[in-house]
């Protein structure tokens, strides 16, 4: 089974910096799409970077400027790299990749999540 594991999340001071990293193993075939997603209690997920296969970016407005969003395709993994980072960051963390996958049988096309890490930002 495809699997999204991340790491790097932590306790931070603001205006500082954190690197998130996330590896998609399993029976894939390929990726299109790897990016970052985060929720904050009583908010909705929302999406904090994406990044293609070719390598074009997208940020959202709240990031941009602070936050870079990279990828080792040959490894699977996608990096979340956070600086200047204030309270409002505060946050779990979600891995997202949009792959194709072989089930045993045949090749289909998934969405899968990792299970979160936690960013806290705080004094």
């Known amino acids: 089974q495809v699997q999204l594991v991340e790491s790097g999340g932590g306790l931070v001071q603001p205006g500082g910096s954190l690197r998130l990293s996330c590896t998609a193993s399993g029976p894939i075939f390929s990726i299109k799409s790897m990016g970052w997603y985060r929720q904050a209690p009583g908010n909705q997920r929302e999406l904090v970077a994406g990044?293609?296969?070719?390598?074009?970016?997208n940020y959202a407005d709240s990031v941009k400027g602070r936050f870079t969003v990279s990828r080792d395709n040959a490894k699977n993994t996608v990096y979340l790299q956070m600086n200047s980072l204030k309270p409002e960051d505060t946050a779990v963390y979600y891995c997202n990749a949009d792959l194709v996958y072989h089930d045993g049988l045949r090749y289909r096309s998934g969405n899968n999540y990792g299970q979160g890490t936690q960013v806290t930002v705080s004094s």
């Open positions: 990044i293609a296969s070719g390598g074009t970016t």
